[in-house]
């Protein structure tokens, strides 16, 4: 199962998971498609397994013999030798719920969980509200602006600080757009200029989030970074777990909820149909924002590493290797979606991957939603008229990890 037939082996040069080629970022789904039919459990060159059907991206997802690992890092020790495990940027991750497994990732994940509550997520609602209306009054007194940047971005950042109890005053520090953050979580290895960028910002925010930890211990309230302080002090979490988790609320938390907010209005804009649909019954838009999210998927693999000698679909997969999971393309799996390249926001009881699966299931999922949904409805309300430009997408670069917008020019 692991060669490839002549048709796909012509897109083996689109679909290297280290080298983000241009048309791959223009279109990954013509490659997925591909892949799906010709080798769904196809092995790159560089010994990663690739897997791009619904049946074995959702089963690995969830099953016990798979965990995150630590991902490409211990390829990465036995190539680049152990003492790159050092470096700030990927001491840092380790220390990332995403990155741990079993009890170990309970226990962090348990330590802020109740942040994330349906209930906690609804209360949200106002707060995201005013910060959408906000937002908009400054959009109204350009001539065109910047969905992306002037709409889209600043809104999951503003909730993030509002979580963990960052002081108003400090937002602006994190309402910079940088894919950064997120950049460590590809699969390419950073190059020496990113590792030293990287590094340099991983230690400037663990100053900030060590004076922020002090405010809160000074000064307690109902946030996450208060709720981490108490967790530490019953000996749940050490004082570096807590830091790198309030650190990948952003890596998590930032750029994907963006990109779903600009992925789901291009999707919206370039089917007018579908938009005409959703604005003449707002009822609809939970299960809209869940179409917009399989249609096109803002993080569109995760990985899983196998714990013991496994065989899938035909693949011999090694205790210790690495599966990226093409959530994306499972959700244009045809087995699991009719028709499932066609946007429909008129799907039912549609369950994409696009949130990964099992215990790392994403732990914001309800939170993008609803942000997404708010920004949708406050933006139809407000902006009746929007224009975007949909015909020629630009799309950020760089990237096979995350799929996004670089920027969405508007009138309104
Ligand atoms: C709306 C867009 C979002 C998308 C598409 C998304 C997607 C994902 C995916 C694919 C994973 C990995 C799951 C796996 O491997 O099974 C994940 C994990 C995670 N996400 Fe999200 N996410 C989004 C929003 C958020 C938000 C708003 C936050 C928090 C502020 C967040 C926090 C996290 C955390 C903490 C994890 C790690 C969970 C764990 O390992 O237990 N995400 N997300």
């Known amino acids: 199962m692991s060669t490839l037939s002549s048709d796909v082996a ?26 799906r039919e010709h080798a769904p459990m196809y092995r790159s060159p560089h010994g990663v397994w690739v ?3 619904h049946r074995e991206v959702s089963y690995m997802l969830k099953d016990a013999n798979f965990g995150r690992g630590y991902f490409y890092f211990e390829n990465m020790a036995e190539r680049l030798g152990p003492g790159i495990l050092d470096q700030p940027v990927y001491a840092s991750a380790r220390n990332m719920m995403v990155m741990k497994d079993g009890d170990d990732h309970l226990r962090v994940r348990s330590a802020v969980a109740r942040s994330f509550s349906l209930k906690r997520v609804e209360a949200l609602r106002p707060f995201m509200r005013s910060v959408m209306n906000r937002l908009i009054d400054d959009a ?12 889209a971005f600043p809104l999951p950042s503003a909730v993030i600080c509002h979580l963990i109890g960052i002081p108003e005053h400090d937002w602006p520090k994190f309402s910079q757009r940088s894919a950064n953050g997120s950049r460590a979580l590809e699969p390419a290895p950073l190059s020496p200029l990113e590792l030293f960028e990287q590094n340099k910002a991983i230690n400037e925010s663990h100053e900030y989030f060590q004076w922020l930890i002090e405010l809160r211990r000074r000064e307690p309230g109902d946030d996450l970074t208060s709720q981490l302080i108490a967790a530490e002090a019953e000996g749940k979490v050490t004082r570096a777990e807590t830091i790198d988790n309030l650190r990948m609320m952003f890596v998590g938390g930032q750029e994907t909820t963006v990109n779903t907010i600009g992925n789901g209005l291009l999707a919206l804009y370039q089917h007018p149909d579908q938009l005409r649909a959703l604005k003449s019954d707002m009822t609809l838009l ?5 179409e917009m999210v399989r249609y096109d998927s803002a993080v569109q693999m995760t990985p899983r590493q196998a714990r013991v000698d496994i065989e899938v679909a035909g693949a011999s997969i090694k205790a210790g290797e690495t599966i990226l999971c093409i959530v994306a393309s499972a959700n244009r799996d045809s087995s699991a979606w009719p028709d499932a390249d066609r946007f429909d926001i008129s799907r039912r009881n549609s369950y994409p991957l696009s949130f990964g699966g099992g ?10 939603q609803v942000e997404t ?4 409805q406050t933006i139809f309300e407000r902006l009746p008229d929007l224009r975007p430009e949909v015909d020629n997408p630009r799309w950020l670069p760089g990237t096979v990890v995350f799929r996004g917008l670089q920027s969405l020019p508007a009138t309104a």
């Open 373 to 376: 949904e708010v920004a949708l």
């Open 51 to 53: 897997a791009s059907a």
């Open 286 to 290: 939970p299960d809209a924002v869940t």
């Open 140 to 151: 109204l007194g350009k001539t065109s602006f910047d969905v992306m940047l002037d709409l």
């Open 10 to 35: 012509a897109f083996v040069p689109a679909f290297d998971p280290l080298v983000p080629h241009p048309a791959h970022v223009r279109d990954p789904y013509r490659v997925y498609r591909q892949l």
């Open 359 to 368: 215990p790392h299931y994403c732990l914001g999922a309800q939170l993008g």
